[in-house]
């Protein structure tokens, strides 16, 4: 009988496989493996550095790789924190990897020992892989067939025994990272033009530059490109700085160079940011602008008017976060 006779779900009693119910899980997950929540599943320090960490509560996915397991997947909680020893260094320093690992005896062609009690396992452990290269940053890079996920590499330099925040590197993955991208326009009805004279910030051009934005609860990254076609210089030479605003974060300058004399001409601006956004920011509505610096280096202007169009293309990204909520 070359299928797998029960497929999930099948009534009359049949009895289905662990193998079809991992089947249904893998699809689930989209063949995919990580934590299932952005802040699952964090690995932190003792809050009195000591030789153990703690990693928070959260959920996971992670992928069968027993032999003959294709398309199967492991779904796994942990309600409750959990802590383990982290051994003591002597002269050299180490690395070890902390993972969540499936450890099932009954899978074909695993090894583990069978559990106590075959009822509750346990079949899901927090592990310590120790002395591990510091490059590492996934389990199949140290141990290719076990079923497990990097959680965090722990760096632990020599004669060291209490383990510190900054010791560990988070190495978590999302299995279903949500995002939201939308594109935001703007095209100025008249001439707004913004002269040299200053050496001071603007919210420049205003208006037709801005735009109130809803942050989605989930969200922990942004990603903004500001384009401004059509943007126009006259009178001189122009140098100038320009800037992403949102919710008060300032994004990184593009600096305006141009040295095109006193015709009137026209180039396109392009602005690019990647914003970590603050769990105060979530699910709030937040005002997207720009900020336009005009040095006294340069006498010429720049302006935006009908012939300029401005575009702001957001997206909203869900990614482990390692801020407290």
């Known amino acids: 009988m070359p299928w797998d006779s029960v497929p999930w779900f099948t009534e009359g009693g049949a009895v289905h496989s662990s193998e079809v119910a991992r089947l249904l899980a893998y699809a689930a997950f989209g063949g995919a493996e990580g934590v299932v929540g952005s802040g699952d599943l964090r690995v932190r320090a003792l809050s009195s550095p000591g030789p153990e960490v703690q990693v928070m509560t959260g959920a996971c996915a992670i992928t069968n790789r027993a032999a003959g397991a294709a398309y199967q997947s492991y779904a796994g909680r942990l309600p409750t924190a959990d802590r383990v020893d982290i051994a003591a ?14 450890e099932n005896p009954y899978s074909y062609g695993e090894t583990w020992p069978d559990p106590s009690n075959p009822e509750v396992g346990p079949y899901i452990f927090t592990r310590v ?28 330099p020599a004669n060291t025994s209490s383990v510190t925040q900054a010791m560990i590197t988070d190495l978590r993955s999302m299995v279903n990272p949500r995002r939201d991208r939308k594109l ?13 004279s200053d050496n001071k910030w603007h919210n420049w051009p205003g208006e037709p530059a801005r735009w109130n934005i809803d ?4 969200a922990t990254r942004m990603k ?9 210089y006259t009178r001189s030479n122009v140098f100038a700085r320009m800037q992403n605003v949102f919710g008060g974060k300032l994004g990184q300058d593009t600096f305006i160079d141009d040295d095109q004399g006193a015709e009137t001409r026209r180039s ?5 940011d990647n914003m970590y956004v603050d769990t105060a920011m979530r699910g709030t509505t937040q005002q997207l602008y720009l900020q336009t610096y005009m040095y006294k280096s340069e006498s010429g202007d720049v302006s935006v008017d009908s012939g300029t169009s401005i575009v702001a293309d957001v997206e909203f990204v869900e990614s482990p976060d390692d801020q407290e909520v």
């Open 224 to 232: 903004i490109i500001t384009t401004l076609a059509g943007f126009r």
């Open 184 to 196: 935001y326009t703007g095209f100025p009805s008249t001439l707004s033009t913004l002269s040299y």
């Open 129 to 156: 892989i120790s002395n591990v290269p510091k490059t590492t940053t996934r389990v199949s890079q140290v141990r290719p067939s076990d079923s497990a996920i990097a959680l965090a590499r722990v760096d632990l």
């Open 268 to 272: 396109t601006i392009v602005l690019a």
């Open 215 to 218: 942050v989605p609860l989930w």
């Open 89 to 102: 260094t002597g002269v050299s320093a180490r690395s070890d990897l902390i993972v969540a690992r499936v």
